[in-house]
């Protein structure tokens, strides 16, 4: 069964560096390419988004194994379904920096022009995600 998770924490280390980012995306890649895992990684201003999409245990085994990161802190699940199929089978983890995206594609799911996943529900931020794919916003690859 598979089922896709969509989380947001925020960053112990509030300046996290680009070769902290990059580490992170590399032990995603390699962890998710063994264990059918694929999603994306939306960072920026100290705050994560994540969406992880598999098989269920998979998928709950690393939500568990982040929430108990000491990397990360105020970790809340947004929003957990089961899925027919994935929405972001081409990445094993993509990625997208929050603080670089365009204004208008913020203010369209957002009250201010800085996104904050904190104050939208799952849906609005699952929904972004999804139009950063369809723009070309999330790089990386699979």
């Given at each position: 069964m598979l089922v896709r998770l969509l989380y947001v924490s925020r960053a112990v280390d509030k300046d996290c560096s680009k070769s902290a980012i990059d580490s992170i995306l590399e032990a995603s890649r390699s962890h998710n390419l063994n264990n059918g895992i694929t999603g994306v990684l939306c960072y920026g201003g100290g705050v994560f988004l994540q969406a992880i999409e598999g098989g269920r245990d998979a998928v709950n085994r690393l939500y568990n194994h982040i929430a108990a990161?000491?990397?990360?802190?105020?970790?809340?699940?947004?929003?957990?379904?089961?899925?027919?199929e994935r929405r972001f089978g081409g990445?094993?983890?993509?990625q997208v920096n929050l603080s670089k995206l365009n204004t208008s594609i913020v203010l369209k799911?957002?009250?201010?022009?800085?996104f904050d996943p904190y104050s939208v529900s799952g849906k609005v931020s699952l929904a972004l995600l999804e139009e950063l794919m369809a723009t070309a916003s999330i790089i990386g690859r699979a």
């Open positions: 990161d000491a990397r990360h802190s105020d970790v809340v699940l947004l929003h957990y379904e089961e899925i027919s990445w094993t983890m993509g799911y957002s009250e201010k022009p800085e």
